[in-house]
């Protein structure tokens, strides 16, 4: 649901970075001999020569587009060259293009806050570096302008025929008597060029750019003119961007709500919502999202870039086409056991190098009856909380499949493994971690853990009725999950740790592509005889990944049992709470380019030196390890301390209301590792004087009948 933000009173310049043809120029450095020639990417399943998913612009000049297929493709351009995704475990590995999407983050973000909004798009805030670079160094001041700059579409200028482009821009640039607004956006003009030549030099990449005050306009600009071009969208010239656009080609707009504008409002263009008032939107759409509209409309969006570098999910997906479609259970088990081996690892990585924990598993699956024309109810999103390690997640994610498909067929639970094998086909399963957060880290790892879940919720009570009752299995499965939890008293960490649905990723704005030849000239002039710079790429730290699409969570009835569990829960983190003091913080442009690419011949028998940011990341890399080491250490002594604080300090154990020598193992693990670890080191002398006393389980000890009054008050 589109949130509507009133905007900043000051100006704030902001770009949207988005890679040309990501995947097939992430293919094109490492094979270089397809420079230039018209080449595709295609998906894993080669039937009819396989998907095409990233198509350079070459092959774009023969009418080659992403609804075809490589045999397709080959028909309109026999020369095309396909190349194949990498593949590990059956299925695409994307790995390759998320690092190659990280070395450019890490470029970008030298110069403002980043927020990586998908594998090949970033947002960047330019207004501080624009403001500085307005207050020393003004456009009009400069004794030249870069190529590049000059090269920049400026919306509202293009029509003026009478003057080269690159005079215009540079007039419009320059202007003494101009606003602040649009002095900061050619600021943020002259910031994005060289950072593109930048990122061109580090990673041998070209993106396209928008700039605007803003991300919805500036992510509406990014795609005007690609490829290897920039578009500045001055506010004089937002209304005429605005009014003629299809609205679905409005973020947020391509589904229900933008078919919704055009059946019930008959409203097809953006300036079409014009007509609508406020209020009148508000009584169709509500008042959040008509308010939304009626801002859109007007060029207006408060978001604000996000300082994100790393993704808000991890997800990993395959579909089955055709005949490949899934027909029985044993093969989704099958399915998931990859998904979730390839989704465990990307945690752990995730863990290990930006110490991040997830926090809520969803599986997603899309189904089609065999025997019937009618198509199955859609098969619901599923979420539970999430536990690390591949058995797990493995367990988890069937149990999730299971009670989508029950539901999707109208079973009880017993049915399940009765269904007919031929009564449905999945062609799509996928599963994705959420709610990422940073690791509690430091003495009081276990307590900040549950801080850190609970600061992101209003309040526990609301926090559990709201949105746990959404993160664990619905139906007969959810049951199945209480009883478990209920039975062996595994109320685990884990079970606290509330989900707030998975945000579907940004859908894909279609482009305007406005083709040229740029980079055929760019890269004429390379020499493919470089050698390969895999083993360089390969080298480089993962720390990103894509998040996969999103629909809506499962919603499902809070039983009594299931609202007692979360007194207790609300119970235990109050407990728990008090106890703790501090929380966890957490073109056509074919100078400059072209330049580069002619440079670049010489070098080529030393490849790396073309991609300096290979170096950069190992060394950052290398960084993270050695003050991963040095918080570790300084960890191992906090860790030792509050060992000693545990065994002299009572009153302390008091205030926290919790036995650690009651606390059961099996609880612990549930825990993401590094947590384990600290708190079995923590545990460790304790249990081992007090074994005898240890009770069933920490879901025992929370529980309040055995807490003394002080902490039933809690
Ligand atoms: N991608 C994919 N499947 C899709 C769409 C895209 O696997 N259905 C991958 C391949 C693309 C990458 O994501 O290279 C980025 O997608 P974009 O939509 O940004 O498209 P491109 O970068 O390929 O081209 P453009 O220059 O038009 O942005």
């Known amino acids: 649901m589109p949130v509507a933000r009133p905007e900043p009173s000051d100006a704030r310049v902001i770009a949207l970075i988005d890679m040309d043809c990501f995947y097939v120029q992430v293919e094109q450095r490492r ?64 790995n390759l293009y998320r690092n190659a999407g990280s070395e450019v983050v890490a470029i970008l973000a030298r110069k403002g806050r980043c927020e990586r909004a998908s ?12 403001e500085a670079m307005l207050s020393e160094n003004p456009p009009e001041k400069l004794e030249a302008i870069d190529e590049e700059t000059l090269k920049s579409h400026i919306l509202g200028l293009d029509e003026e025929v009478d003057k080269q482009k690159g005079e215009l821009a540079r007039e419009w640039l320059c202007r003494s008597n101009a606003s602040q607004q649009d002095k900061l956006l050619a600021c943020g003009a002259i910031i994005v060029a060289e950072l593109r030549m930048q990122v061109l030099r580090e990673t041998e990449f070209t993106c396209s750019a928008g700039i605007a005050h803003n991300k919805m306009l500036a992510k509406l600009a990014s795609s005007m003119n690609k490829p290897s071009q920039q578009t500045v969208v001055p506010s004089s010239a937002v209304k005429g961007m605005l009014d003629p656009l299809p609205i679905k080609k409005m973020k947020q707009l391509g589904g229900k709500l933008g078919s919704s504008l055009q059946s019930d409002l008959g409203i097809s263009t953006v300036g079409d919502l014009l007509k609508f008032s406020e209020e009148k939107l508000q009584e169709h759409y509500g008042t959040n999202t008509g308010t939304w509209l009626w801002n859109i409309a007007r060029g207006i969006s408060g978001d604000e870039v996000e300082g994100r570098l790393l993704p808000k999910s991890h997800g990993c997906g395959k579909n089955f086409a055709g005949p490949q479609a899934l027909k029985t259970l044993a093969s989704v088990e099958s399915w998931l056991k990859d998904l979730c081996e390839e989704l465990s690892e990307r945690l ?25 024309t009618d198509q199955l109810k859609k098969f619901p999103s599923k979420s539970c909380p999430l536990r690390y390690g591949t058995p797990k997640l493995q367990e988890d994610a069937l149990k999730l499949f299971n009670s989508g498909l029950r539901e999707v067929l109208d079973l009880q639970r017993a049915d399940i493994q009765g269904t007919s094998k031929s009564a449905w086909v999945v062609t799509h399963l996928s599963v994705s971690a959420g709610k990422i957060l940073a690791k509690p880290s430091g003495t009081h790892s276990i307590l900040r853990f549950f801080h850190s879940h609970e600061s992101s919720s209003s309040s526990k009570e609301q926090t559990y009725n709201g949105i746990d009752q959404n993160s664990v299995p619905s139906g007969g499965e959810n049951q199945v999950v209480v009883n478990e939890v209920e039975a062996n008293k595994k109320t685990t960490i884990n079970n606290y740790v509330n989900s707030s649905s998975i945000q579907g990723e940004q859908q894909k704005e279609t482009s305007y592509h406005k083709d040229t030849n740029s980079i055929l000239r760019f890269f004429h002039n390379r020499d493919p005889s470089c050698p390969s710079q895999e083993q360089t790429y390969n080298e480089i730290s993962q720390n990103s990944m894509p998040s996969v699409p999103s629909g809506s969570e499962n919603q499902m009835a809070a039983d009594q049992a299931e609202a007692k569990k979360g007194t207790m829960i609300s119970h235990v983190k109050s407990n728990l709470a008090r106890g703790e003091t501090q929380k966890e913080t957490t073109q056509k442009g074919s100078g400059p380019i072209l330049r580069f690419f002619q440079a ?78 600290e708190i079995r080191v923590w545990l460790q002398p304790i249990k081992r004087a007090k074994a005898a006393q240890r009770g069933p389980s920490i879901a025992d000890y929370f529980s309040p009948a055995k807490k003394g009054p002080q902490s039933h008050n809690s």
């Open 119 to 130: 594998i090949d798009e970033v947002y960047l805030d330019l207004t501080d570096v624009a």
């Open 348 to 372: 752990q990585s995730d863990l290990d190098q930006n110490k991040r924990v997830a926090h809520t598993l969803t599986l997603h699956a899309t189904i089609y009856k065999t025997n019937d």
């Open 600 to 677: 670049q011949r010489a070098p080529c028998t030393s490849s790396e030196n073309a991609v300096p940011s290979t170096s950069g990341t190992e060394h950052e890399q290398e960084s993270d390890r050695v003050s991963a080491h040095e918080e570790s250490q300084k960890e191992k002594v906090e860790i030792n301390d509050n060992m000693n604080s545990l065994h002299h300090d009572e009153h302390r154990r008091k205030r926290w209301s919790l036995n650690p020598e009651e606390i059961d193992t099996s609880v612990i693990d549930e825990l993401p590792p590094e947590i384990q670890r």
């Open 31 to 94: 094979q270089p001999q397809l420079r230039g020639l018209p080449t595709a990417v295609v998906q894993y399943n080669s039937w009819k020569g396989g998907g095409l998913i990233a198509i350079s612009y070459e092959a774009r000049k023969y009418g080659v587009n992403r609804s075809m297929r490589g045999d397709e493709a080959k028909k309109l351009c026999p020369e095309i060259q396909l190349v194949q995704v990498p593949v590990a475990r059956g299925k695409a590995d994307l």
